[in-house]
């Protein structure tokens, strides 16, 4: 149960496997028969004449760790879809919407189409098969056992969630300058050519321009997901070490 709650609490929220793009189905026989499996390689054992209440708090700060561990493997994410969302306002796409099946919401077209780009990198480069490695080397690192935590570990989380601002506002300057300088071109022809009705050739223009850029972004977007994979362990193992 203690090993089962760990990867409840991962499948919650990690990305690819939450959400309702990833089968449930699917989902709750795989976290059974992957807890299964790492039950015969975690050295530690739990007494059987375990207090009920000790048993359900074990189980609990499980789940909290699986949790937390899938919560930094999606702060990458979380920050492409906040520089979708600005791209998408950038473009002048803001108002499109879109039903999104992962959140069960409507949001911007753009920043649903930057997330499933990130998501299917993620998936080409085996990020997922990554995140199952590194949860299950976890139980040699923090038992199964555990029944504390460390109370810095909500501030250290607190730190790590305000990357998702920062990374979003690094993927969107780009962006946001291309289109202050189109609009700074578009305000210089209007002075240049009176009988030149810039609303007409601006919005179009701004969309041809933001498309070039956006398609120009994809490599950098595939580079930095390669990168955030390969240090995706060091993230979750200074963060949860705090259990």
């Known amino acids: 149960m203690a090993i089962l709650s760990r990867f409840s609490g991962l499948f919650v929220i990690a990305p690819f496997f939450s959400g309702n793009l990833f089968p449930l189905r699917v989902k709750i026989p795989l976290t059974v028969t992957l807890s299964f499996i790492v039950l015969y390689f975690v050295p530690d054992y739990i007494p059987v004449d375990l207090p009920v209440g000790d048993m359900a708090v074990m189980i609990l700060i499980n789940f909290l760790y699986g949790f937390s561990a899938g919560l930094i493997a999606n702060l990458m994410f979380f920050g492409l879809l906040f ?52 949860l299950i080397e976890s139980f040699v690192r923090v038992p199964a056992g555990i029944m504390t935590f460390d109370k810095e570990l909500t501030w250290s989380l607190s730190l790590v969630l305000g990357e998702v601002l920062v990374f979003g506002m ?74």
Do not use: H
């Open 83 to 134: 520089a979708g969302d600005i791209f998408g306002y950038q473009l002048g796409f803001a108002a499109a919407n879109i039903f999104d099946p992962q959140s069960q919401t409507e949001s911007v077209i753009v920043s649903q189409l930057v997330y499933l780009t990130g998501t299917y990198i993620f998936t080409i480069i085996k990020g997922p098969v990554v995140l199952l490695g590194i």
């Open 170 to 243: 690094k993927v969107g300057m780009p962006m946001i300058v291309f289109m202050l300088l189109v609009t700074v071109v578009l305000g210089i022809m209007a002075k240049l050519l009176p009988q030149l009705n810039v609303f007409v050739v601006g919005i179009p223009l701004k969309i041809f321009v933001g498309l070039i850029i956006l398609i120009g972004l994809l490599p950098i977007l595939a580079e930095t997901m390669v990168r955030y994979t390969q240090e995706l362990g060091d993230w979750i193992s200074n963060t949860i070490g705090l259990f």
